[in-house]
């Protein structure tokens, strides 16, 4: 029974990628739509072989570059003001608000501002997706550090503990499911920043070779850097949940 | 003899957003050093409130604490090193669910840094007294009320405290169980020597294991007698069957059963 569920779960997702790409190959073909606008699957698929090894490729690796610096950067920032503030009930009330207003701000919209200070460089590249990623990892660790159960800091009472023990012992282990939404969450937001500020700032990137792609209307290679672009954001949110895994073995 | 444990005009108010409860009022009591004293009372009477100032979980309203000659009030807290020769079961089990059954049995260890195997075969031992050293890799989810509430016993206790509060430990436990691990705690508490403060609801248990009883009545919550459980013969469950037994049985019972009728007219 449930290794059939297990496939199940494999074998639809499956299925259904290949009934959207068969409607859209026959579609595409049938309404005779123009390369330039709508390419067929088929005709992506061979823009990705023909430009993946010398070009999108080394996009990719710029990309990965900025988007796991970022993130080494943004999760430890986020989290030690998640931790910090915590601590504080009233200080928790405050930045709340704080930090929602900073995740749905997109900062890629502060480039033109940047610019003006630091010229098109990688390192704006970084801070917009710093930027981005860190309030979202922040709030959510900020929401499960806040509100330890109550009967396991008593068990910390009774044992004489301060405050630092109590939150590595109790606060953070409870909270790690919420710890790890914003993870996931962190490393969507900072691919997405990542594109755009390719876009803004130039430098390479997928952001960026889509863009130029789309401006010299190679429409099938512009889909076909879309798709690895996907595929990054996909493999990241995996990885991130395969390490949540490891850690919440005990839920 | 100096008691180790002094309570002096104690008083707990509880301040919600809607009243304000007087929990305990002018609580006056006395733990000689290795006595097993037991608390009964109705429920909300403050037993729990008691203990749980005296382990400085909560603070006291007004009155004082004194633990070894050191006195300590809702000003002044307790020590690090005076909370750690002190031992607390709770209630409830309060176990750590991201922590297996070892692990939870280990923690006052690895937070108190008492990391030698001499402690460690100590928890283990424990466990197995309890019947669960099959279970010590499980997690919390996948065991019993019952053993859940063993291991919050066996926790409370595994530092070797000088002092422990039990706060009807073996309440969720079925009567055989109960009476297996009174059995232990008399063996434990004749071993080491242990103060011991016990609190239920269940008079039976309270006359075989203590030496003095405190009944408390409630609104407020205050001590209402002072009763010391004396016996000729050894602490068995043979004492079952002593008439003075049921005589000690029926006098809590009634003082407790008295004080509920009191409350109700
Ligand atoms: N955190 C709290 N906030 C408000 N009131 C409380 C709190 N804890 C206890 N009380 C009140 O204090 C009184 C004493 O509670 P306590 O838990 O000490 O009783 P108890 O004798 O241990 O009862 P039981 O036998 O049911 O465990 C009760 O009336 C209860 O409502
Ligand atoms: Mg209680």
Redesign the pocket.
């Known amino acids: 029974m449930k290794a059939t569920n297990k496939m199940t779960a494999v074998i639809a997702p499956v299925i259904a990628v290949i009934l959207i790409v068969l409607v859209w190959e026959i579609a595409v073909k049938a309404a005779q739509i123009p390369e330039k606008l709508l390419p067929a699957p088929t005709v992506i698929f061979h823009a990705l072989v023909k430009n993946f090894p010398s070009v999108i490729s080394k996009d990719l690796v710029i990309s990965l570059k900025s988007i796991a610096i970022g993130y080494a950067m943004a999760v430890p920032i986020g989290f030690v003001i998640a931790a910090v503030c915590s601590q504080f009930k009233l200080v928790v009330r405050a930045v709340t608000p704080v930090l929602i207003i900073l995740m749905v701000t997109p900062m890629t919209t502060l480039v033109p501002i940047f610019k003006l200070f630091w010229g098109a460089d990688t390192f704006l590249k970084l801070v917009v997706i710093v930027l981005q990623m860190a309030p979202v990892v922040a709030l959510n660790s900020l929401t499960g550090f806040a509100n330890p159960p109550k009967s396991n800091v008593d068990v910390m009472k009774a044992m004489g503990c301060g405050m630092w023990t109590t939150f590595f012992k109790v606060a953070l282990p409870n909270a790690l499911p919420q710890v790890f939404t914003g993870l996931k969450l962190g490393c969507i937001l900072g691919t997405i920043a990542s594109m755009v500020a390719d876009m803004a700032v130039g430098q390479g990137g997928l952001g960026y070779r889509i863009m130029i792609y789309a401006s010299f209307a190679s429409t099938a290679s512009a889909f076909a850097t879309i798709l690895v672009a996907a595929a990054v954001g996909v493999l990241l949110f995996q990885l991130v949940s395969a390490v949540e895994r490891l850690l919440t073995a005990w839920n | 003899m100096q008691p180790i444990i002094t309570l002096e005009h104690l008083g707990k108010q509880y301040i919600t957003k809607r009243q304000t409860i007087t929990a305990l009022d002018d609580v006056n009591m006395r733990f000689y050093p290795g006595e097993l004293v037991s608390i009964v009372g109705p429920?909300g009477c403050g037993?729990?409130t008691i203990i749980r100032m005296i382990d400085d979980i909560i603070k006291p309203s007004s009155g004082t604490i004194t633990v070894n000659g050191t006195v300590y009030d809702n000003q002044k807290p307790i020590s690090r090193d005076m909370i750690r020769r002190l031992g607390f079961i709770f209630?409830i089990p309060n176990l750590y669910p991201w922590l297996t059954v070892r692990q939870n049995v280990t923690l006052p260890l690895e937070i108190m840094e008492l990391n030698d195997s001499a402690h460690g075969e100590y928890a283990d031992q424990l466990l197995n007294m309890i019947h669960l050293s099959d279970y010590a890799n499980s997690y919390p989810r996948e065991i019993s009320g019952g053993m859940s509430q063993r291991i919050g016993v066996i926790r409370g206790m595994v530092h070797q405290p000088d002092i422990l509060m039990m706060?009807?430990p073996f309440g969720a436990l079925d009567d055989e169980t109960r009476e297996q691990l009174n059995l232990e705690l008399l063996n434990i508490w004749r071993e080491t020597g242990m103060t011991i403060i016990f609190?239920t609801h269940n008079v039976e248990e309270a006359v075989l294991l203590s030496q003095r009883v405190y009944v408390m009545a409630s609104h407020p919550g205050r001590v209402t007698a002072d009763i010391k459980i004396e016996f000729d013969g050894p602490r068995t469950l043979d004492l079952i069957n002593d008439p003075k037994f049921a005589a000690y049985c029926n006098q809590l019972e009634t003082m407790i059963g008295k004080i509920e009728l009191d409350q109700i007219v």
């Open positions: 429920s037993k729990s209630q706060d009807e609190i």
